[in-house]
Protein backbone atom coordinates (compact mmCIF):
# COMPACT_ATOMS: atom_id res chain seq x y z
CA UNK A 1 0.00 0.00 0.00
CA UNK A 2 1.12 3.10 -1.18
CA UNK A 3 2.53 5.53 2.08
CA UNK A 4 2.48 9.19 -0.32
CA UNK A 5 -0.24 10.65 -2.18
CA UNK A 6 -0.89 13.49 -4.52
CA UNK A 7 -2.77 15.97 -3.95
CA UNK A 8 -3.62 18.22 -6.97
CA UNK A 9 -5.96 21.56 -6.59
CA UNK A 10 -6.82 23.57 -9.46
CA UNK A 11 -7.21 27.47 -9.83
CA UNK A 12 -8.13 30.34 -12.14
CA UNK A 13 -6.27 32.55 -10.22
CA UNK A 14 -2.61 32.96 -9.84
CA UNK A 15 -2.53 34.96 -6.61
CA UNK A 16 -4.55 32.21 -4.60
CA UNK A 17 -2.03 29.68 -6.28
CA UNK A 18 0.61 31.53 -5.29
CA UNK A 19 -0.98 32.02 -1.55
CA UNK A 20 -1.51 27.91 -1.47
CA UNK A 21 2.03 27.52 -2.34
CA UNK A 22 3.36 29.98 0.22
CA UNK A 23 0.76 27.94 3.06
CA UNK A 24 2.09 24.08 1.64
CA UNK A 25 5.97 25.38 2.30
CA UNK A 26 4.85 26.83 5.66
CA UNK A 27 3.62 23.66 6.76
CA UNK A 28 6.51 21.88 5.42
CA UNK A 29 5.52 20.05 2.24
CA UNK A 30 8.61 20.14 0.17
CA UNK A 31 7.57 18.33 -3.42
CA UNK A 32 5.26 20.79 -4.88
CA UNK A 33 4.78 20.95 -8.44
CA UNK A 34 3.03 23.99 -10.24
CA UNK A 35 1.52 23.55 -13.59
CA UNK A 36 0.27 26.78 -15.32
CA UNK A 37 0.75 28.97 -18.69
CA UNK A 38 2.75 31.75 -17.48
CA UNK A 39 5.27 31.39 -14.83
CA UNK A 40 4.98 34.89 -12.68
CA UNK A 41 8.09 35.91 -10.62
CA UNK A 42 5.53 35.70 -7.41
CA UNK A 43 5.27 32.47 -7.72
CA UNK A 44 8.78 30.84 -8.05
CA UNK A 45 9.61 33.41 -5.27
CA UNK A 46 6.75 31.27 -2.98
CA UNK A 47 8.00 27.75 -4.28
CA UNK A 48 11.82 28.49 -3.49
CA UNK A 49 13.45 28.24 -6.17
CA UNK A 50 17.28 28.95 -6.01
CA UNK A 51 18.49 31.80 -9.61
CA UNK A 52 18.65 30.52 -12.67
CA UNK A 53 22.31 29.11 -13.42
CA UNK A 54 21.51 30.26 -17.28
CA UNK A 55 23.47 33.45 -16.19
CA UNK A 56 26.37 31.70 -15.49
CA UNK A 57 26.33 30.13 -18.96
CA UNK A 58 26.08 33.59 -20.38
CA UNK A 59 28.90 35.19 -18.26
CA UNK A 60 31.10 31.87 -18.92
CA UNK A 61 30.25 32.48 -22.88
CA UNK A 62 30.59 36.32 -22.69
CA UNK A 63 34.33 36.02 -21.68
CA UNK A 64 35.40 33.31 -23.74
CA UNK A 65 33.41 35.07 -26.57
CA UNK A 66 35.76 38.83 -25.38
CA UNK A 67 39.40 36.50 -25.40
CA UNK A 68 38.37 35.00 -28.59
CA UNK A 69 37.85 38.23 -30.13
CA UNK A 70 41.16 40.28 -29.16
CA UNK A 71 42.94 36.61 -29.41
CA UNK A 72 41.80 36.56 -33.58
CA UNK A 73 42.27 39.92 -34.10
CA UNK A 74 45.77 39.70 -32.26
CA UNK A 75 46.78 36.80 -34.32
CA UNK A 76 45.80 37.83 -37.15
CA UNK A 77 47.55 41.32 -37.17
CA UNK A 78 50.86 39.39 -36.41
CA UNK A 79 50.25 36.86 -39.04
CA UNK A 80 49.62 39.08 -41.76
CA UNK A 81 51.88 41.84 -40.62
CA UNK A 82 50.75 45.38 -42.47
CA UNK A 83 52.30 48.31 -41.00
CA UNK A 84 50.42 51.79 -41.66
CA UNK A 85 51.21 54.82 -39.97
CA UNK A 86 53.51 53.96 -37.64
CA UNK A 87 51.25 52.12 -35.15
CA UNK A 88 51.74 48.59 -33.67
CA UNK A 89 50.55 45.86 -35.28
CA UNK A 90 48.59 44.89 -32.25
CA UNK A 91 46.74 47.73 -31.51
CA UNK A 92 44.20 47.11 -29.11
CA UNK A 93 41.58 50.30 -29.11
CA UNK A 94 41.12 48.79 -33.16
CA UNK A 95 40.32 45.19 -31.89
CA UNK A 96 37.41 46.55 -29.24
CA UNK A 97 35.30 46.13 -31.75
CA UNK A 98 35.77 42.42 -33.10
CA UNK A 99 35.75 41.59 -28.85
CA UNK A 100 32.52 43.26 -28.04
CA UNK A 101 30.42 41.42 -30.98
CA UNK A 102 31.92 38.44 -30.08
CA UNK A 103 31.28 39.07 -26.96
CA UNK A 104 27.64 39.71 -27.50
CA UNK A 105 27.71 36.54 -30.04
CA UNK A 106 29.14 33.97 -27.78
CA UNK A 107 27.12 34.80 -24.50
CA UNK A 108 23.67 34.74 -26.35
CA UNK A 109 24.83 31.34 -27.47
CA UNK A 110 25.61 30.21 -24.57
CA UNK A 111 22.70 31.68 -22.77
CA UNK A 112 20.36 29.87 -25.18
CA UNK A 113 22.25 26.48 -24.55
CA UNK A 114 22.24 26.68 -20.78
CA UNK A 115 18.20 27.28 -21.01
CA UNK A 116 17.81 24.27 -23.24
CA UNK A 117 19.88 22.30 -20.67
CA UNK A 118 18.00 23.40 -17.68
CA UNK A 119 14.90 23.63 -18.86
CA UNK A 120 14.98 19.83 -19.96
CA UNK A 121 14.05 20.83 -23.56
CA UNK A 122 13.00 19.94 -25.80
CA UNK A 123 10.73 17.73 -24.02
CA UNK A 124 9.03 15.36 -25.77
CA UNK A 125 6.78 13.58 -23.46
CA UNK A 126 4.89 15.64 -20.56
CA UNK A 127 4.39 14.98 -16.71
CA UNK A 128 1.90 12.44 -16.17
CA UNK A 129 -0.06 14.95 -14.21
CA UNK A 130 -0.33 17.35 -16.87
CA UNK A 131 -4.06 18.74 -18.19
CA UNK A 132 -4.52 20.72 -21.06
CA UNK A 133 -6.31 23.22 -19.39
CA UNK A 134 -2.93 24.02 -17.44
CA UNK A 135 -1.76 25.64 -20.54
CA UNK A 136 -4.90 27.75 -21.38
CA UNK A 137 -6.79 29.48 -18.30
CA UNK A 138 -5.92 27.38 -14.90
CA UNK A 139 -2.81 26.88 -12.45
CA UNK A 140 -2.87 23.44 -10.60
CA UNK A 141 -0.43 22.88 -7.44
CA UNK A 142 0.69 19.40 -6.75
CA UNK A 143 1.79 17.83 -3.49
CA UNK A 144 3.07 15.04 -2.56
CA UNK A 145 2.18 14.64 0.94
CA UNK A 146 2.58 11.10 3.35
CA UNK A 147 -1.16 9.55 4.02
CA UNK A 148 -1.50 11.09 7.93
CA UNK A 149 -1.09 14.91 6.31
CA UNK A 150 -3.29 14.39 3.37
CA UNK A 151 -6.68 15.63 5.21
CA UNK A 152 -4.91 18.46 6.36
CA UNK A 153 -3.39 19.57 2.69
CA UNK A 154 -6.46 19.49 1.63
CA UNK A 155 -8.08 21.50 4.01
CA UNK A 156 -5.43 23.71 3.09
CA UNK A 157 -6.17 23.73 -0.53
CA UNK A 158 -9.63 24.50 -0.08
CA UNK A 159 -9.11 27.76 2.03
CA UNK A 160 -7.73 29.09 -0.88
CA UNK A 161 -10.95 28.65 -3.24
CA UNK A 162 -9.93 26.40 -6.05
CA UNK A 163 -11.78 25.24 -8.81
CA UNK A 164 -11.30 21.44 -7.86
CA UNK A 165 -9.48 19.55 -5.17
CA UNK A 166 -8.68 15.37 -6.13
CA UNK A 167 -6.43 12.78 -4.88
CA UNK A 168 -4.35 10.57 -7.07
Known amino acids: MATRRNVTATFTDIHAAVGAVRSLRLE ?3 EITVFGPIMEQELEDA ?6 PVRRYALIGGLTGCICGFALTV ?9 AGGKPLA ?9 FELTILFAGISALIGMFIHNRMPSIKL ?9 DDS ?3 RVTCALDRQERVQ ?6 GPREVHVE
Open 47 to 52: LGKPPS
Open 139 to 141: FAV
Open 91 to 99: SIPAYVVIA
Open 28 to 30: GCQ
Open 155 to 160: DMLRSY
Open 127 to 135: HPAHDPSYT
Open 75 to 83: WSSYYYPLV
